[in-house]
Nanobody
Framework: QVQLVESGGGLVQPGGSLRLSCAAS????????MGWYRQAPGKQRGLVAS???????NYADSVKGRFTISRDNAKNAVYLQMNSLKPEDTAVYYC?????????????????WGQGTQVTVSS
């Protein structure tokens, strides 16, 4: 019951920057964390960065120091600022939202995904 809409992908030269945006709608009050994953051709989808409602962040080692994830809880949005981009950053980037709810004493977790946005780093 959460919809994610992504934007901001595109073509950029090595060393350039892009900012990805993801807006969530639906049952946004139950969102515990949001994040970004990416998948390059022939490779598995992997975590790029995540952030909880409280502001705790986690980054893949390959992007730490170059990428910054942020979240606007009032707007139910998450952003990924990507600097010093490298060709190996080329991938489809997917927005993710983790929902946590408690019903009848049972904790439940659900994950929702955006449609993906292409990021291409090439000269």
């Amino acid at each position: 019951q959460v919809q994610l809409v992504e934007s901001g992908g595109g073509l950029v030269q090595p060393g350039g920057s892009l900012r990805l945006s993801c807006a969530a709608s639906g049952s946004v009050s139950s969102i515990y964390a949001m994040g970004w994953y990416r998948q390059a051709p022939g490779k598995q989808r992997g975590l790029v960065a995540s952030i909880t409602t409280g502001g705790n962040t986690n980054y893949a080692d390959s992007v730490k120091g170059r990428f910054t994830i942020s979240r606007d809880n009032a707007k139910n949005a998450v952003y990924l600022q990507m600097n010093s981009l490298k060709p190996e950053d080329t991938a489809v980037y997917y927005c993710n939202a983790e929902i946590r709810t408690i019903s009848n004493g049972i904790r439940r977790t659900r994950n929702y995904w955006g449609q993906g946005t292409q990021v291409t780093v090439s000269s």
